[in-house]
């Protein structure tokens, strides 16, 4: 391999820079293969778009590529189930549109640029200058393209943002947008609201045994037993294994040495602080606030008791503890404080200082210096992790053994009673079901699920130690008795009659509003705690309730106190009026759009140019200028997944 290639590898993998390099984002994913995925002999186009195709090659490259990166994820009958062939080869196609589109309009790439293009990536770079044809013809082959291949998708990308920023160069946000936009992010509601919840009303609920008994005559079908399996295993218990083994000093050691990074003590700041809270406050407010602030700093950079000013002067919860924060390491702080804290000295007292939670006065009470943890004060601490390590080893290779001996002596008893190993027995159970003594069994339960009956299966790893299987028992799956369903009933009747009661309220609660009661006396009726919400700007989320998207035009419409119209989605019935708004700042406002509308002009580009280049492809749909040889698709597809 080249000597370029073998610097590189380390600090980036090839075929990821060249994706980036040629294709936008919608199609990284999709083209340059980096598997060993066999080649499938097909010779013909598997589709054509205007004067343009896309070979076999091309999209057995892309779905190739997409099948390695999602193996693990995705098995062959989902790959056939959601054609995902279908996705990848829409996406090439669009891919093709965008550059017949481009020619049509008389857009062009000069070869002048297809070299800039290629001369700007660093790949192909080496101290200033480019690497080569050779190295970089070696590069390309490492990915599976050619040169021509290579510069040929180069110039498409090229032509493709040329298009881009032909139709999209008149596309612009307007004052009004942006004015909505902003108005959209920074006006703010807050709501009085309760929420009847019917998940929350199930224990209002009760269900006689003759309505389980009719609920399940009505609904047997969907009341079925699982099946369940018994299986007896050699178990050998890490924690028993620990009082088989021995640990040298050496190794104790030798595992210091390689975890020597862990045992250092970091650095720790012991600090007070007084804290002027600035959430929701106007401009002007915040200096004030800024000016109050810096009144406190200089009485306490004037000796005064810092402890007494944050009793009298902090907001924060550490108040009444003279702003005490106790000791704590980098990380725990939010940046800007931490990068104070750790600055300033024992006893230093610091500037003021800006957070997202407000104004801080930091003073430092103490430190304590990093420092690493000597092996002779951690050498009992370090003991039980390689006992635990070397029994899980030692119990690892007598359940090999075990496995072995088991192919010719199918006896699980007597090969356990030979290597130590204790034998156990499961109950008939679900494969979700859990194992108490082994812990995280996960792995042996799924296997336990895929064995025959009498079969003897291989070591397998569970939380406490290693396991041999051996399956002996089989319950199939089968309908479920009225008896064996019941506590499933018992909770799906539950169910239903909790959310009939919700609606009964729901439509209670809506009655009254439309009569002209007010939010307190609805929610007295219906025995409703009304709650009152944050500032919410628009799209916003209550955590009783979930979106509440919906109510955007009449929290900033309704007059303050009236309720709105409840809304119900899932099972939960939401009540509300408006308790206050905050307005928009005008001036504020005036000051922001450029930004608002700078923000805002990539993605409405973006949109316009999507639904540009989907009229296109729906225009050359119409005039058959698009075909898709769907059996050569399918069959590239079926031979690499």
């Known amino acids: 391999m080249l000597d370029f290639m073998r610097r590189q590898r380390s600090a980036l993998k090839w075929v990821w820079v060249i994706l980036i390099f040629i294709f936008s984002v919608t199609l990284v994913t999709l083209y340059i293969p980096f598997g060993d995925l066999p080649n499938v002999s097909i010779t013909n186009d598997v589709a054509s778009i205007g004067h343009d195709s896309i070979s076999s090659r091309e999209f057995q490259s892309a779905y190739r590529n997409y099948v390695d990166r999602m193996r693990g994820q995705l098995n062959p009958e989902m790959l056939r189930a959601f054609r995902f062939e279908r996705q990848i080869m829409d996406a090439l196609v669009t891919r093709h549109v965008m550059t017949e589109e481009a020619k049509r309009l008389g857009l062009n790439v000069s070869a002048a640029e297809i070299e800039r293009k290629i001369l700007e990536n660093p790949v192909f770079r080496e101290n200033g200058t480019f690497i080569g044809r050779s190295r970089y013809q070696a590069v390309l082959a490492q990915n599976n393209l050619t040169i021509d291949e290579f510069e040929s998708n180069v110039g498409n990308e090229i032509l493709t943002e040329k298009l881009r920023s032909f139709i999209t160069a008149a596309v612009h946000v307007s004052d009004p947008e942006a004015e909505e936009e902003y ?260 792995e042996f339960q799924r296997r336990m699920f895929m064995m025959n009956k009498g079969e003897i299966g291989t070591a397998i790893q569970v939380d406490r130690g290693y396991v041999v299987p051996q399956l002996i028992d089989i319950a199939p799956s089968h309908p479920a008795s009225f008896e064996e369903a019941q506590t499933r009933v018992l909770a799906d009747v539950k169910t239903e009659k909790a959310k009939q009661l919700a609606a009964d309220k729901a439509k209670q609660v809506q009655d009254l509003l439309k009569g002209g009661k007010d939010l307190a006396a609805a929610a007295k009726a219906v025995g409703g705690e009304i709650k009152t919400s944050d500032m919410l700007t628009r799209g916003a989320s209550l955590p009783e309730f979930g979106s509440i998207a919906e109510l955007d035009k009449e929290m900033f419409s309704l007059p303050i106190g009236k309720a709105g119209t409840p809304i119900t989605i899932v099972g939960k019935t939401l009540a509300f009026a408006v308790k206050d708004r905050q307005q928009i700042n005008p001036e504020e406002m005036k000051k922001s759009l450029d930004m608002v509308r700078n923000e805002m002009l990539p993605g409405r580009r973006e949109q316009y140019f999507s639904a540009y280049i989907q009229e296109v492809k729906k225009r050359m749909e119409a005039g058959r200028q698009i075909k898709i040889n769907e059996s050569i698709m399918t069959q590239i597809a079926q031979s690499i997944s």
């Open 183 to 442: 108005k959209r992010r920074n006006e703010k509601g807050k709501l009085d609201y309760f929420v009847i919840d019917a998940s929350k009303l199930e224990d209002k609920v009760s269900a006689s045994d003759q309505e389980q008994r009719d609920y399940y005559e009505k609904n047997k079908a969907k009341y079925t037993v699982n099946e369940k399996r018994k299986a007896k295993y050699a178990f050998l218990e890490s924690l028993k294994l620990r009082s088989q083994v021995t640990v040298t000093d050496d190794e104790l050691r030798q595992y210091y040495e390689q975890h020597r990074s862990e045992y250092t003590i970091p650095e720790r700041v012991k600090a007070q602080h007084i804290l002027f809270k600035i959430q929701e406050k106007t401009p002007e407010e915040i200096e004030k606030i800024k000016d109050k602030a810096r009144q406190v700093l200089e009485r306490a950079k004037k000796g005064e008791d810092f402890g007494g000013l944050a009793k009298q002067f902090s907001e924060d919860s550490t108040a009444e503890a003279g702003g005490d924060l106790g000791d704590f390491g980098r990380g725990q702080m939010v940046p800007e404080f931490e990068r104070v804290a750790f600055s300033l000295g024992v006893g230093a007292i610091s500037d003021l200082v800006q957070t997202q939670f407000g104004i801080h006065i930091i003073k430092v009470t103490g430190k304590q210096e990093a420092r690493e943890r000597p092996f002779e004060e951690l050498k009992e601490a370090i003991r039980p992790i390689v006992e635990t390590r070397k029994a899980e080893q030692k119990g690892s290779d007598l359940a090999q053994q075990i496995a072995v001996e088991l192919v010719n002596n199918k006896n699980l008893d007597a090969v356990a009673a030979k290597f130590g190993a204790q034998v156990k027995e499961t109950p008939l159970m679900e494969q979700s079901e859990p194992i108490a003594e082994l812990g995280n069994a996960t």
